[in-house]
């Protein structure tokens, strides 16, 4: 399978800040998928990225491919209360879904 | 529109108790569907998925179990279970194959 690593596991950031978390791999990957889950809840499909140095945004969520397709980011900029929660990337390859171990968010005010 | 529903939300059963838990699927027809575990809050472990009715594929080998008994029923059992068995356990669907949708969860404490 296509596994993925995240970094940080942990972001302390104060409302206002910006934040990013970063999805690796050491294989190419076929396609890159970001979920949150908020805390207590289960994840939330964000968004899919497939092609080659791909940017989406959605709002203040800023998510990017990779040119070599082996990394992913995710920035937000300008954090609100709002964006606490664990932010997960997943890759799949067949049947095989493969998920980072997350990145939890916690901002406060 | 869709919907997902796993039952109970949360459940504590003693070591050695067996275990069903399910989950049902509404306003879509022949989806994939998943079964995860998440322990303390972290990443989500495949335990299970299903293409279709009878078609059950498990990625981790453990004392648990998966039926796909109809179309948008899928059920995770115990026969008996284990202290490390407790978790956060996630019922999925897809249609699209990268795009789940996730249930509401079960929480297992295994006392």
């Known amino acids: 399978g296509q596994q993925v690593m995240q970094i940080p596991q942990y972001q302390h950031v104060q409302e206002g800040e910006d934040f990013t978390t970063y999805c690796n791999s050491s294989?190419?990957?076929?396609?890159i998928q970001w979920y949150k889950q908020r805390p207590g809840g289960h994840p939330v499909f964000l968004i899919q990225?497939?092609?080659?140095?791909e940017v989406k945004k959605q709002k203040r969520l800023t998510f990017q491919f990779g040119e070599a397709k082996k990394n992913s980011s995710l920035h937000i900029t300008a954090t609100q209360t709002t964006d606490v929660g664990t932010y997960f990337c997943?890759?799949?390859?067949?049947?095989?879904?493969?998920f980072g171990k997350g990145t939890s968010l916690l901002v406060t005010p | 529109s869709q919907t997902i529903h796993q039952w109970p939300a949360t459940l504590v059963q003693p070591v050695g108790s067996p275990l069903s838990l399910e989950c049902t699927v509404e306003?879509?027809?022949?989806?994939?569907l998943y079964w995860y575990r998440q322990a303390a809050g972290r990443g989500l472990q495949l335990l299970f998925y299903?293409?279709?009715?009878?078609?059950i594929s498990s990625e981790v080998p453990q004392n648990l179990s998966a039926s796909r008994p109809q179309d948008r029923q899928f059920i995770l059992s115990s026969k008996k279970l284990l202290l490390s068995d407790s978790g956060f356990y996630l019922c999925?669907?897809?249609?699209?194959?990268?795009?789940?949708?996730f249930g509401p969860g079960t929480r297992l404490t295994v006392t």
């Open positions: 999925a669907w897809s249609v699209i194959q990268y795009e789940q949708y």
């Open positions: 990225l497939v092609k080659s140095g």
């Open positions: 299903s293409v279709g009715i009878g078609q």
């Open positions: 306003g879509t027809s022949n989806p994939n």
């Open positions: 997943e890759s799949n390859s067949g049947y095989a879904l493969n």
């Open positions: 294989t190419t990957l076929s396609n």
